[in-house]
């Protein structure tokens, strides 16, 4: 067997070596394909984003390993599943019915008989935040353990973290009322963006939107100066990623806003669940009943030590500082890419340098033979 797998590829050696001696005829001599092949970059980068497609694999959910498939496990699996969407998820269910009559019954009242007392409004809304979403936590059986000192109200500070799922504000919520930077989404997450999350002082944008940029750097400045204000709370990589990689982190927002940034690493363990959130494959209703049909969701929260721009340091070189102190945290993989390259195509300006860049190489060769 193995004798005749060596003669098969002794036989394709042959015949590539054969393919890559054929030769074009130039009136200046003789061109090998072989010549072209070894003076394209292209080709290199190409084979190379095949083999290792890094970008991909950022917003990839990694299926579990089936382990379900002998005549002894296989009943076990089945006793779980009954336990899971027969007992566990009507339980959670529950819980979160619950907390949310108890959350309705008391905002309700405290927001609109208290106008005339903001302090002390915002006080009763920041808790009831942190109550609504511990009820959130405890519908998915959250395990989540929490490193380094609680966050306090400072002016001119905001805190950045790896982005997972929608659930990262939650459990970020649920120990510190902060106020998210947050894409505006339609349905009902959209609805609660608009009434409940307003009142901790949350800031909506949509990226399609120009206009919207440059709201939202002044409304950033405005929030980080006030001392009274919940802590600003920003996702720099702009977009999900799969807790198994950090893309890179959005210079404008968080690194230019002249004031002490804050890391916090968040890492899910995927033994009982990926707690990944793909947006463009499931809405966050789905996501939701995914993770309260799970056994549960663990995951660890590391508030790290706080960061300042050095002198001579531009933004970019910041923000790459800051994500280095997260990964490595984290245990996360750091790539070289741009998340946002997940909601679009490269510009045709990308294209044309590549191309450009191409045609010159095989011009030089051809001048050359």
């Known amino acids: 067997m193995n004798s005749s797998s060596e003669i098969q590829n002794q036989k394709l050696s042959s015949q590539l070596d054969l393919d890559l001696d054929f030769e074009f ?18 080709l290199t980068e190409a084979s190379g984003a095949i083999i290792d497609d890094s970008f991909t694999r950022c917003f990839k959910s990694n299926p579990p390993e089936t382990w379900n498939w002998n005549v002894y496990l296989f009943p076990l699996w089945c006793l779980g599943v009954v336990i899971r969407y027969f007992f566990l998820f009507p339980a959670r269910v529950l819980i979160l019915t619950i907390g949310w009559m108890i959350f309705l019954s008391s905002y309700i009242p ?15 809304e ?20 929490y490193h380094g000192p609680r966050p306090s109200r400072r002016p001119k500070q905001v805190f950045v973290a790896n982005h997972t799922s929608m659930i990262d504000f939650i459990i970020l919520e649920q120990m510190t009322a902060f106020a998210v930077i947050m894409q505006k989404h339609p349905g009902w997450v959209g609805l609660l963006q608009s009434t409940i999350l307003e009142s901790v002082g949350c800031i909506w944008f949509n990226r399609t939107e120009v206009k919207d940029r440059e709201i939202l750097t002044k409304k950033l400045r405005d929030h980080v100066q006030g001392a009274e204000n919940n802590p600003l709370l920003i996702f720099p990589e702009g977009t999900c990623v799969n807790n198994n990689y950090t893309v890179m982190f959005k210079k404008g927002g968080a690194f230019e806003l002249d ?52 002198p001579g340091e531009t933004a970019i070189e910041f923000a790459e500082r ?33 191309q450009q860049s191409f045609s010159e190489s095989m011009l030089r060769r051809l001048e050359e033979k």
């Open 25 to 42: 005829d130039q009136p200046s001599g003789k061109l090998r394909l072989r010549d072209l092949l070894d003076i394209s970059p292209t």
């Open 110 to 124: 405290v927001h609109f008989l208290l106008k005339g007392h903001d302090k002390l409004r915002k006080k009763f």
């Open 126 to 145: 920041r808790y009831l935040v942190e109550l609504i979403c511990s009820f959130f936590v405890a519908s998915w059986t959250g395990v989540v353990k």
């Open 259 to 310: 004031c002490t940034v804050c890391p916090i690493a968040i890492k899910y363990n995927k033994i009982f669940v990926d707690a990944f959130w793909n947006s463009r494959k499931q809405s966050f209703t789905k996501h939701l009943l995914r993770l309260m049909t799970s056994w549960a969701v663990v995951c660890d929260v590391w508030y790290l030590e706080p960061q300042n721009i050095k």
């Open 322 to 354: 800051v994500r280095d102190i997260i990964s490595v945290r984290a245990g996360l993989k750091k790539v070289p890419w741009d998340g946002l390259l997940k909601y679009s195509r490269p510009s045709p300006k990308h294209r044309e340098l590549k």
